[in-house]
T-cell receptor, first 111, second 111 residues
Framework: DAGVTQSPTHLIKTRGQQVTLRCSPISGHKSVSWYQQVLGQGPQFIFQ???????GRGNFPDRFSARQFPNYSSELNVNALLLGDSALYLC??????????FGPGTRLTVL | GENVEQHPSTLSVQEGDSAVIKCTYSDSASNYFPWYKQELGKRPQLIIDIRSNVGEKKDQRIAVTLNKTAKHFSLHITETQPEDSAVYFCAASKTGNQFYFGTGTSLTVIP
């Protein structure tokens, strides 16, 4: 039984570029959340989607956007990348509203 | 919003000793408290969780206690082993809403 998967594993971009990160939840899970984890800190909430609708948004600028598809997979988009966007981006899925299981993350480096 | 504080930030114990990590939260409406273990370069793994209608939960060498009145919860690891070495994160949430994570505790178990 596959867990949460994310792609790509690593990504290097330059300032001002745009990036799209992808997440596939555990089969049967309808909720996907995105987190940013800067080295040495805990994950910071970015977005939560449930049944393709946005359920929550963290304190991130409008350069960050996301969506959830009919198959419950999700994409996180970040525009106009800044050096400070360098981080591990984690996706977590849950059946509905609580216990979340994390994917392996996408390591984004902005140069 | 919710604020989760976690202590200590680093913890070293001898193999076989116990380790205790403490977290406090600010929002009395929070009702779900998971703990995650994150090894270097890997995804956070759920190790135990507790809901607000329960005061204590145990799973083999791991236990979590919750004091709703004081708004704090703790992770207890007994008979520590070198493979317990990792960063541990606590989190708090209200059902159906975002998770707020602590800043992490780096646990080192000395053989």
């Amino acid at each position: 039984d596959a867990g949460v998967t994310q792609s790509p594993t690593h990504l290097i971009k330059t300032r001002g570029q745009q990036v799209t990160l992808r997440c596939s939840p555990i089969s049967g899970h309808k909720s996907v959340s995105w987190y940013q984890q800067v080295l040495g800190q805990g994950p910071q909430f970015i977005f939560q989607y449930y049944e393709k609708e946005e359920r929550g948004r963290g304190n991130f600028p409008d350069r960050f956007s996301a969506r959830q598809f009919p198959n419950y997979s999700s994409e996180l988009n970040v525009n106009a990348l800044l050096l400070g966007d360098s981080a591990l981006y984690l996706c977590a899925s849950s059946l509905a509203t609580d216990t979340q299981y994390f994917g392996p993350g996408t390591r984004l480096t902005v140069l | 919003g919710e604020n989760v504080e976690q202590h200590p930030s680093t913890l070293s114990v001898q193999e076989g000793d116990s380790a205790v990590i403490k977290c406090t939260y600010s929002d009395s409406a929070s009702n779900y408290f998971p703990w995650y273990k994150q090894e270097l370069g890997k995804r956070p793994q759920l190790i135990i969780d507790i809901r607000s209608n329960v005061g204590e939960k145990k799973d083999q060498r791991i236990a979590v206690t919750l004091n709703k009145t004081a708004k704090h919860f703790s992770l207890h690891i007994t008979e520590t082993q070198p493979e317990d070495s990792a960063v541990y994160f606590c989190a708090a949430s209200k059902t159906g809403n975002q998770f707020y994570f602590g800043t992490g505790t780096s646990l080192t178990v000395i053989p």
